[in-house]
Structures are given as C-alpha cells and as structure tokens.
C-alpha cells in the first residue's frame, strides 16, 4: 500500500519524506488555508514547492465547480509539475472534468467519494485515484471501512484499474484496516503515520536490552 501525506505542511512533508516511506501528498483548500497560502500564485508557488520534496503525486484541488472552470483550473495545475495530480469533486460536472482529463492522459483525484456509486461512476469515468473519506463516515456513525471494502469489490470485479485512495484518515489502525482491506493507497496526517512505529513493548524491550548492555560493559 502507498502512503500519502495528507497535509499542506512542508516541515510535515519533509519529515515524512526523510523517514523514507512517503510515495505522495494529498491537500485541499482546507490544508492550504490552514498554512496561510491565499492567492493564486502563492497557491501555485506552494503547490511547486511540495512536489521539489517529494518524487511522486501530488494532489492539487480545482476550485471551480464547473466543468469549464475545472479543466481550466486542472490544466494550469497540471502545467506545473509532472507530479501533479488534479483533484476534482464529485459532482456531475466533476464526472464530465475527469472524463476530459482521463482523454488526455492527465490523471485526477476524485475526491469527496462517500458512496460505492460514486466510487463506480468515478471509475467509469477514468479516474486515477478515488478518496472514500473514511474518517469523515465514521464521524457521523457509518461505516468507512465497509465502503473502502465494497468498492476494492467492486473493482476488482470488472478490473478498474482506477486506485482506491484511503482518505481522511484519523489513526493507526484505520492505516492497518486500510492495508487489510486492499486499498492502494492510504492518506493520512504525519502523527498517524508516525504511531504505526510505537508499541509499548518495543520501548520496554530497547530499554532492558540497553540497560543489560550497560551493566555487562560497566
Ligand atoms: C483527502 O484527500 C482529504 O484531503 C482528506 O483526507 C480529508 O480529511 P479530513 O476528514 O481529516 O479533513
């Protein structure tokens, strides 16, 4: 499973790139706002930014909802950088956006999926990526999980090849339920990434075999 970064923080994506284990970085508008990149070409110069860390996709949002609007917006984030991956809402203007970009050999991130349904038209429609946001579904007591499920089902059913993008994740274990499941990707913050090394019995363990180096070499 490849691991993205869910966030529009550099020091964050540099650490998580240093670890070695970083494939590419998700944003969106909220991540950016939350840095403090506003305006167009501090935007754009952030997004140029992320991709010289890391070597390999990195999602970029469209802010326009419609479908003129998205591929205008898709193709000045594309012109950027190779590495970048336009996202594009799951809406039906959305659909038509992906189907234009897929065309072009352009790949997208259609983001904001909450249902099978719309993982399939995604599909359909070509997309590279798909972000079932499953920390979001069991904020309002569904099942997150059960849709990343259903959806790999899905796909493999009639072999799309369009990866299944585990986004809005919250914790550890979601990372290894997502590894469990099949998902080709999982997105999530650095702290999730970095507790998948802790375990109590670890720290325990480091702590015996240092303190018995120490007295046999005292
Ligand atoms: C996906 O690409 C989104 O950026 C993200 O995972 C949303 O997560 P949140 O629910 O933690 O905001």
Do not use: W
């Not at 993982?119 to 972000?131: D, F, H, M, Q």
Request: one cysteine or more; charged letters at 15%.
């Amino acid at each position: 499973m490849k691991f993205f970064i869910d966030t529009a923080n550099l020091q964050e994506i540099q650490e998580a790139n240093d670890m070695g284990i970083l494939d590419g970085v998700t944003t969106n508008p909220s991540l950016m706002a939350k840095e403090g990149i506003t305006g167009l070409n501090n935007i754009l110069n952030h997004y140029v930014k992320i991709c010289e860390i890391v070597d390999g996709p990195v999602s970029a949002e469209v802010i326009a909802t419609d479908f003129e609007g998205m591929v205008r917006e898709g193709e000045v984030l594309y012109d950027l950088h190779p590495n970048i991956v336009v996202k594009i809402p799951m809406i039906t203007e959305g659909i038509k956006a992906i189907r234009t970009f897929s065309q072009k050999n352009i790949p997208t991130n259609c983001t904001l999926i909450f249902s099978s349904g719309q993982a399939l038209l995604a599909a359909k429609a070509g997309a590279t990526y798909i972000s079932p946001f499953l920390g979001r579904l069991d904020d309002v007591s569904s099942d997150g999980l059960a849709l990343i499920s259903e959806i790999r089902t899905i796909y493999d059913n009639y072999a799309f090849n369009t990866q299944i993008l585990a986004a809005s994740v919250r914790h550890p274990m979601h990372i290894v339920h997502c590894a469990s499941i099949g998902a080709d990707v999982m997105t999530g913050p650095l702290s999730a990434i970095k507790a998948l090394a802790k375990h109590p019995l670890t720290d325990i363990g480091l702590q015996q075999f240092l303190a018995d180096h120490a007295k046999g070499n005292s």
